[in-house]
């Protein structure tokens, strides 16, 4: 009894976060290897200077 509530749990708690939390992760990276080759094929750029700038500052 106790076997199938530990799965039940494992299946309905444990591995829906595990799968959303390992997608965030690569989110993350695919995000900043987008952002590292756009910002070093635009170097030269003014606009590059002004996307990085903070208007609120």
Known sequence: MVGG???VVLLLVVF???I???GAVLAA???S???NSV???HADSELLE???ANPWA
């Open 50 to 52: 002004i996307s990085e």
């Open 20 to 22: 959303i939390m390992s």
């Open 16 to 18: 829906p976060v595990a």
């Open 29 to 31: 990276v695919l995000g």
């Open 33 to 35: 290897a987008a952002k």
């Open 5 to 7: 509530i530990i799965i």
């Open 39 to 41: 910002d070093n094929d």
